[in-house]
Nanobody, 125 residues
Framework: QLVESGGGSVQPGGSLRLTCAASGGPLDAYFMGWFRQAPGKEREAVSCIYTVNDSTYYSESVKGRFTISKNEARNTVSLQMNNLKPEDKGVYYC????????????????????WGQGTQVTVST
């Protein structure tokens, strides 16, 4: 089970930190990812991490502004979002999968087996 937290409303340029808490097993065997969906748009990949070696992937739209990380002790994966823009708004979902694939290809495909319920992020003046 995956549970997201940390969403909210901020002004452009602000920051938020999303956290995904995983229950049912350690993170080491998983690819974890953050995806988002804005109203009227398809879900898109934001960032993914291979928890075995901490390899990361970022979409071009968030590269340099967002940072994905894991906390093994707490069995969580976080997404630090800085310099938020209005186009970053949407529902952010945490996801996990154990099937191995190239990280970038897996993240772009969104073919993850486990999904959280989502947390809302709003960026507006």
């Amino acid at each position: 089970q995956l549970v997201e937290s940390g969403g909210g409303s901020v002004q452009p340029g602000g920051s938020l930190r999303l956290t995904c808490a995983a229950s049912g097993g350690p993170l080491d065997a998983y690819f974890m990812g953050w995806f988002r969906q804005a109203p009227g748009k398809e879900r898109e990949a934001v960032s993914c991490i291979y928890t075995v070696n901490d390899s990361t992937y970022y979409s071009e739209s968030v590269k340099g502004r967002f940072t994905i990380s894991k906390n093994e002790a707490r069995n969580t994966v976080s997404l630090q979002m800085n310099n938020l823009k209005p186009e970053d708004k949407g529902v952010y979902y945490c996801a996990a999968v154990t099937t191995w694939d190239l990280l970038s290809r897996l993240c772009a495909s969104g073919n993850f087996d486990y999904w959280g319920q989502g947390t809302q992020v709003t960026v507006s003046t």
